[in-house]
Nanobody, 122 residues
């Protein structure tokens, strides 16, 4: 199991930026793929982005965030990041980091953080 703690959420105006962080502990950080998901009120949890294990040479994005969000990892700091630019009100959600896969299905991940709220005002 991996323990994950997200931070960096908050309130931002449309067009603004935020950077989420996810600190990991437990299994060696570079040994597993990781992802970001989000869940808005009344909606299902949806895939945002993922990154492969090791150096993270491959990344994947949902169409809705492609070109605006960037996922990255710093193995020396055991930390996953999500840089979010050009934020839109529809990006408002609780954002979760997850470990154990690079897939777009939430059930392919075996560890989850507690989530961090992102609110984008219009």
């Amino acid at each position: 199991q991996v323990q994950l703690v997200e931070s960096g959420g908050g309130l931002v105006q449309a067009g603004g930026s935020l950077r989420l962080s996810c600190a990991a502990s437990g299994r060696p950080f570079s040994s597993y793929g990781m992802g970001w998901f989000r869940q808005a009120p009344g909606k299902e949890r949806e895939f945002v982005a993922s990154i492969t294990r090791g150096r993270g040479s491959s990344t994947y994005y949902a169409d809705s965030v492609k070109g605006r969000f960037t996922i990255s990892r710093d193995n020396a700091k055991n930390t996953l990041y999500l840089q979010m630019n050009s934020l839109k009100p529809e990006d408002t959600a609780v954002y979760y980091c997850a470990a154990g896969s690079t897939g777009s299905s939430w059930y392919s991940y075996d560890s989850w953080g507690q989530g961090t709220q992102v609110t984008v005002s219009s």
